[in-house]
């Protein structure tokens, strides 16, 4: 090679580009080698943002598959109430799909989530864990909400949804097993 010109990524050589004698056998002027060295920086940029999408593409895909697989329905909207992620469970839960309600306001997802994270997105305090049934899908609720909130600055809110139902129904079940045994007692004392 006649030319070596190194490759920056941050703050550290990289890599480096080789290039040959010219074509015509003239050697290499100021104005060119200056060229070069400038080529050399927007290689080193595009190969450093090329490097930097990869790994924010991988985070995004560890951070959904992590969101997807956890037992609780997760619901996030953005600073104006639009839905901008729904992970599977909260559509079982809730009784929606992720397509009706992607970048829809809130209220599609159901008038009480929505209600609860509007609040959340509003107040600067934190509300805690609230329980209802839902009218659409009678499943046992219990929804916790946060504000996103990234350097001072409002991204939207999440609700972390749990469906109680099997275990409202144990408590239930659990209820009349034992007023069963009260009266049987009371029976057998008589």
Known sequence: AEVIVPLHASGRISGWLFFGHHFTGQPFDQQSLEMLVRLSDQVSTVLENARLSEEITLQKTLAETLLTVIPPGIIACDEHGL????????????????????????????????????????????????????????????????????????????AVIQDMTPEESLRQKQELLDRAAFWTDLAASM
């Open 83 to 158: 839905v901008r992620w729904c992970n599977p469970t909260a559509e079982s839960i809730l009784g929606i799909a992720a397509a009706d309600v992607l970048n829809r306001p809130i209220e599609t997802a159901g008038s009480r989530i929505a209600s609860v994270l509007r609040e959340t997105i509003e107040s600067q305090v934190q509300f805690p864990s609230q329980q209802w049934i839902d009218a659409h899908s009678r499943r046992s609720l219990s929804v916790q909400t946060r504000r996103l909130i990234y350097q001072q600055e409002a991204l939207g809110a999440v």
